[in-house]
């Protein structure tokens, strides 16, 4: 990415941090990896927990800025602490990502990520939004990166025609309405 410093190894340094509270997570959070790889953004999917592991979380999110990180997506079940708790420790934008469960469907989730007291958003996602927490990161680092910018509009710009192209008939002709 222009006007970011490399890592000695040659790797760029990510980006977006994704950070789950648990492995289980992954399979959700593995769809906001792709979205980003999809769109050339260099990312981190990492699991730390604000229950299980708060000081290797707190340690993650002070040292994140610095390494690089500009956007967060926070992604945790049932009493989700973890996007509220990322955001209480850091100024850098944080993606709550509310994940699916099984008693209560992810609507534990979603209240325990979206109440955020006044002073310290999380931009909350979709219950299992994963692709939106992926494409909000995407926008929000688009106003710095015109390069991020192209693929995003290039991402809309090939959804719309999928979209028109899905509802054309055999003969490729739009479908009529019944
Ligand atoms: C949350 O508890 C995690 O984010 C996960 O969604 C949920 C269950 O975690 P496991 O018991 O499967 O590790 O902290």
Redesign the pocket.
């Known amino acids: 990415m222009a006007g970011r410093s490399e890592e000695k190894r040659g790797k760029t340094a990510p980006m977006v941090g994704i950070i ?6 992954f399979p959700v959070l593995e769809k906001t990896v792709m979205i980003l790889n999809q769109l050339g953004i260099p990312n981190e999917l990492v699991v730390l ?4 592991t708060p000081d290797q979380l707190s340690q993650y999110i002070e040292q994140a800025a610095g390494r690089g990180i500009e956007v967060i997506v926070a ?6 602490a ?1 996007p509220g708790v990322v955001a209480a420790k850091t100024h850098l934008p944080v993606i709550g990502l509310p ?1 699916p ?1 099984e008693n209560l469907r992810g609507l534990d ?1 979603l209240l325990s990520i979206v109440q955020m007291p006044k002073g310290v958003p999380v931009a909350t996602v979709a219950i299992g939004g994963a692709e939106n927490a992926g494409l909000l990161a995407a926008q929000i680092l688009a106003v710095r990166y015109p390069e991020i910018r192209d693929k995003v509009i290039q991402f809309r710009a090939e959804q719309t025609r999928a979209v028109l192209e899905s509802s054309r008939g055999p003969k490729n002709e739009p479908t009529k309405p019944r």
């Open positions: 789950g509270g648990s492995k289980t997570d927990s604000a229950h299980r992604g945790a079940g049932g009493a989700a973890l994940i469960t989730s």
